[in-house]
C-alpha cells in the first residue's frame, strides 16, 4: 500500500479574518439589542403590551352595556388610589401609574393598533370585578396629550362611542375617556349617569386631565323630538360663557347646513348646566364644551363626516395651542 500525505490546508489571509469579522457582528448585533430593550423597558413603557384592533376592541367592551346592567362605583379608598394613577400616567411615569392602579383591578397596556400602527395606553380593568364597569381610559403613546373626548353615557346616547373613538384616531395628541356602562345601569337613580356624578372614575379621570390644563368636550346625543328645530347644540356646560374656540367650531358646523343652537348667547335646551366635569373645569381653569348632537350627526348619519371634519379642527388649534393656552 502506497501511502500518500493529506493534502495540506491553506489558510489565506482573508479566511483568518472570518471568525474576527462574525465576532464584532455578533457583539455589534447583541449591543444593538440590548439598547433597544432598555429603550422599551423604561417608566414610560408599561409591562403589558398587545396588538390589537382598537376599534373592535372599544366597541367590543361597549356593546355589553345593558340598562339595569351591574354597576358599582369605586369607594373613597379606590378613588385616591385611582387618581394617584391616572395622575401618574398623565406625567407619563406609566410603570408607577400601573403599580398604583393594580390593587383595585386595573391596568395600564400599551395597544399597537393594527389597522394604523398607532400606540395608545389604556386603562382597563385587569378582571371581570367591579372595576370592569368603571370604564377605560385611552391615551395617545407617542405625542404630549393635547385634548380630550369624553362619552359619558355610551350606548345609551348612540354612537357616541364610535364617534370619540374616530376623533381619537383621526387627531393626534388625544385622550378618550370611556364610562364603563350605561347611564341606567346599577341600583338606585342614577347611581351610573357619570355625567352628574363625581364618585365615578370617569368623573376623577376627566378631573386628572383637568388639572393639567387639558381642554375637553364631551360628547352626548338627543332624540330628534327633544330639540326639533336643532342639529347641535353647543355650550361651556355650567360656565355662562364659551372661549372663542366654542364659536369657531359652531361657525363650521353651521358651514356645514347643521342648525346650531350656541348656549352662550341664546337659551338652548340640553345645555348641560348641572355636568358635574363642567362644574370641575371652572374650578381648575379648563376649557370645557359641552356638544348635543341629533342621530343625523352621530354614527353614519348624513351630517356624520361634517360633525368629525368640524371637531378635527378644534381639536387641531387645541393640538397647536397646549394645554393652558
Given amino acids: ?171 393626534p395628541g388625544g385622550a378618550l375617556v370611556l364610562a364603563g356602562a350605561h347611564r341606567r345601569a346599577g341600583d338606585g337613580e342614577r347611581v351610573a349617569d357619570v355625567a352628574h356624578r363625581e364618585d365615578s372614575a370617569f368623573h376623577l379621570m376627566v378631573v386628572e386631565l383637568q388639572k393639567r390644563g387639558v381642554p375637553g368636550i364631551q360628547l352626548h346625543g338627543f332624540a330628534e323630538s327633544s330639540a326639533k328645530r336643532y342639529d347641535a347644540i353647543l355650550s361651556g356646560g355650567a360656565a355662562q360663557s364659551a372661549p372663542g374656540e366654542a364659536s369657531v367650531l359652531a361657525d363650521r358646523l353651521e358651514e356645514d347646513g347643521l342648525r346650531v343652537c350656541r348656549g352662550w348667547s341664546a337659551h338652548c335646551p340640553l345645555e348641560g348646566t348641572t355636568n358635574v366635569q363642567g362644574k370641575a373645569a371652572q374650578q381648575h381653569h379648563a376649557v370645557f364644551l359641552h356638544l348635543e348632537l341629533a342621530p343625523d350627526g352621530r354614527g353614519e348619519g348624513p351630517d356624520s363626516q361634517e360633525v368629525v371634519d368640524a371637531l378635527s379642527g378644534l381639536l387641531t388649534t387645541w393640538t397647536e395651542e397646549g394645554p393652558g393656552n
Fill in 1 to 171: 500500500m502506497v501511502l500518500t500525505a493529506p493534502t495540506p490546508i491553506t489558510i489565506t489571509r482573508q479566511s483568518r479574518f472570518f471568525p474576527i469579522i462574525a465576532l464584532v457582528l455578533l457583539v455589534l448585533t447583541l449591543t444593538g439589542c440590548q439598547a433597544d430593550t432598555g429603550e422599551e423597558t423604561g417608566d414610560n413603557v408599561p409591562v403589558s403590551r398587545e396588538l390589537v384592533d382598537l376599534r373592535g376592541r372599544v366597541l367590543t367592551y361597549t356593546k355589553a352595556f345593558r340598562p339595569g346592567g351591574a354597576y358599582t362605583p369605586p369607594d373613597a379608598g379606590q378613588r385616591d388610589r385611582l387618581a394617584r394613577g391616572i395622575g401618574r400616567l398623565l406625567d407619563r411615569d406609566v410603570r408607577e401609574a400601573d403599580d398604583l392602579l393594580a390593587p383595585i383591578g386595573l391596568r395600564v397596556t400599551r395597544l399597537t393598533d393594527t389597522a394604523t400602527g398607532r400606540r395608545y395606553d389604556e386603562v382597563a380593568a385587569s378582571g371581570e370585578g367591579a372595576s370592569a364597569g368603571w370604564g377605560r381610559l385611552y391615551l395617545n403613546a407617542d405625542s404630549p396629550v393635547r385634548w380630550s373626548a369624553q362619552v359619558p353615557h355610551p350606548v345609551s346616547d348612540r354612537e357616541t362611542e364610535s364617534l370619540g373613538l374616530r376623533l381619537l384616531e383621526d387627531n
